[in-house]
């Protein structure tokens, strides 16, 4: 897809995630019914967590009260995804609040 044509992004339904079930292994809580574009974790809860795509790595870090916005990112005039069924693992200590995983998908 070229850079200098315009996209339609539909979001799809958010990720939530209640913090108090977070402990400190990685842990699945979602996946990806699409392929995705641009993702936001919004951490709302008063504790740091830990993001995963394959139950052992760390891929993302949020704080406590914090987002970590995954823009487009575009190679050769294409927008690369994270593929359809990413599945996403959560660790870290149980707080309050929840965490959303908000997700964007190409559709047209």
């Known amino acids: 897809m ?22 400190g292994s990685f842990i699945l ?6 392929a995705t574009v641009y993702t936001k974790i919004s951490n709302c809860s008063n504790q ?7 139950g ?4 993302e870090g949020v704080p406590a009260n914090g987002i970590s916005p995954i823009g487009q990112v575009s ?3 294409d927008i690369a995804a994270l593929p359809k069924s990413t599945l996403i693992y959560m ?5 309050t609040g929840n965490i959303y995983i908000i997700t ?3 559709v047209s």
């Open 75 to 77: 190679t050769g005039g």
């Open 91 to 95: 660790r870290g200590t149980a707080g």
């Open 2 to 23: 070229s850079l200098d044509t315009k996209i339609k992004l539909k979001a799809l339904t958010a990720i939530v995630v209640d913090s108090s079930t977070l402990t």
């Open 56 to 59: 052992t790595n760390i891929n």
């Open 48 to 54: 740091s967590v830990e993001i995963s795509y394959d």
């Open 104 to 106: 964007y998908k190409v």
């Open 29 to 34: 809580k979602g996946s990806f019914p699409d």
